[in-house]
Structures are given as structure tokens and as C-alpha cells.
């Protein structure tokens, strides 16, 4: 289902969508856009698995801590 709305558009915003889509889908992307902004499932950043990988030949024995 779809309802006439108007809108307003920066011209440049306007191009653009004109350039990539055509005269015709320019709703359509529109709809594209806010409906991917709107209601697509963001994913939850964590920290986990943020860090650098290291190797193993760079860890050290404990008697080497040590003395």
C-alpha cells in the first residue's frame, strides 16, 4: 500500500536519485532508502573480536617472567 506524500528535496539530493534510478524510480529509491534506515535490523556492536590477532611465537614461559 502506498500514500501520496509530497516532499521536499535538496535539488543536488534530487539529481542524484534521478541520475542513479531514472525519472520513474525515484520513489522507489526513496522508499529503498528509509525503509533500509528505518527498519532493518542494525547490529549490535560488541568489543569482542575487536583486537589484532597475535601469535604465539611471542608469548614467553613463565620462568622467563620470572628471572
Request: proline share 0%.
Amino acid at each position: 500500500m502506498y500514500v501520496r506524500k509530497a516532499i521536499k528535496l535538496r535539488e543536488e539530493i534530487y539529481l542524484a536519485l534521478k541520475k542513479e534510478s531514472g525519472e520513474e524510480g525515484v520513489s522507489e529509491k526513496i522508499n529503498e532508502i528509509l525503509y533500509d534506515a528505518l527498519f532493518k535490523v542494525k547490529a549490535k556492536k560488541s568489543l569482542f573480536g575487536t583486537m589484532a590477532r597475535t601469535e604465539k611465537s611471542d608469548l614467553r614461559d613463565r620462568e622467563d617472567r620470572i628471572g
